[in-house]
């Protein structure tokens, strides 16, 4: 009996693996966040329905854009999204999706203008799409409002027609 338990426990634990909610797993290593981007690439250009470049960006950390508040970033023309570094768990998928569907809006060549209506309309095509892959992560708790979209990116339509980014034009970021 003992020499078959041999092969019953790491099936197990690999079936255990395999059919837990990936979401879930919580870790900071660089190698955790490649994997996670590499799933979530697929998911975001799949929803998003845009063409996607060959290769999906980068992930790095930074406990800079934690200081300002920032959950993630991503400077148009790099091959990098950026996160702060306690990003974690379920947030930390849909950060890295949200960041890549931006990667992915600059390389089909939308937010070329970069004016303030623009950036309003892809941070609302990007939190549209985030709030799709949050519910097949069965996370509705994550999905975020209109009400949010406005307050977060100062996207009121009231006041936001032919502003400008205050200096950041080249840079979305997520608090």
Known sequence: MIPRLRF????????AFAFSDPA??????YRSDQRIARITWKAACRIS?????????????SAILGEQG?????????PVVWLDKPVHGTQLWLTIFHEQVHYIQTANGVGDDW??????MMEREALDFTNAY????KAPGYVRTLKVWRSLYNCDPATSL??????N???YFHR
């Open 8 to 15: 019953i426990l790491p099936l197990i634990a690999v079936a």
């Open 24 to 29: 879930r797993v919580e870790t900071d290593s």
């Open 49 to 61: 329905k845009y063409d996607c470049p060959y290769k999906s960006p980068k992930v790095r950390r």
């Open 70 to 78: 920032i959950r993630g970033a991503y400077w148009a023309g790099s």
């Open 115 to 120: 004016g303030r209506l623009l950036s309003c």
């Open 134 to 137: 949050a519910l097949e992560l």
């Open 162 to 167: 032919g502003t400008g980014m205050d200096g």
């Open 169 to 171: 034009e080249d840079t």
